[in-house]
């Protein structure tokens, strides 16, 4: 049977510590269903449909990931019942430093409770990505700041685009 993973994210937008997490975690599952919230307690930058055409341009057209192996699609629902939908135990989150595992912690806890049959699996981006968040690429990328060594071509082209 093959391992389906769950990665669920606002993604708003994609940073080189997602792309990290995804490439991580295929070492360890079949298939990774990116999952782009769809929720209504955020003020996103960028609506549903340009985070899903901008993560799908950054892991397949940038990062050159294998499409047959990566699934993308929003969701605005509990994670578990996504997990559901698409018949996976295997939720991924990333980790990128202390501060982010109080409440990642938390969240694997409930989602156990929702669900005792799903387990989440913490991911640590590389040293050079656990530094990179959406909202400090969103915050440099308004005040005209390098945003090159946090994520993809195409996302910042989209940033760049959104922006001015």
């Known amino acids: 049977?093959?391992?389906?993973?769950?990665?669920?994210?606002?993604?708003?937008?994609?940073?080189?510590?997602?792309?990290d997490v995804v490439k991580k975690a295929l070492k360890i599952v079949d298939h990774i269903v990116v999952a782009v919230s769809n929720g209504d307690n955020k003020n996103y930058l960028f609506d549903i449909d340009e985070r899903i055409e901008i993560v799908k341009k950054a892991l397949f057209f940038d990062s050159k990931l294998n499409k047959k192996k990566i699934s993308v699609t929003s969701f605005k629902?509990?994670?578990?019942?996504?997990?559901?939908?698409?018949?996976?135990?295997?939720i991924l989150r990333g980790l990128r430093a202390v501060s982010d595992f109080e409440y990642e912690f938390q969240l694997a806890g409930m989602n156990r409770k929702l669900n005792k049959n799903i387990e989440t699996i913490f991911v640590m981006s590389d040293v050079e990505n656990q530094i990179i968040s959406s909202k400090l690429v969103k915050e440099i990328a308004t005040l005209?700041?390098?945003?090159?060594?946090?994520?993809?071509?195409?996302?910042?082209?989209?940033?760049k685009n959104k922006l001015i």
């Open 77 to 90: 629902s509990l994670t578990t019942s996504l997990c559901k939908n698409f018949k996976s135990n295997i």
């Open 1 to 19: 049977m093959k391992k389906k993973a769950i990665y669920p994210g606002t993604f708003d937008p994609i940073t080189y510590g997602h792309i």
């Open 144 to 159: 005209n700041g390098d945003i090159k060594k946090f994520t993809t071509k195409s996302t910042i082209k989209a940033l």
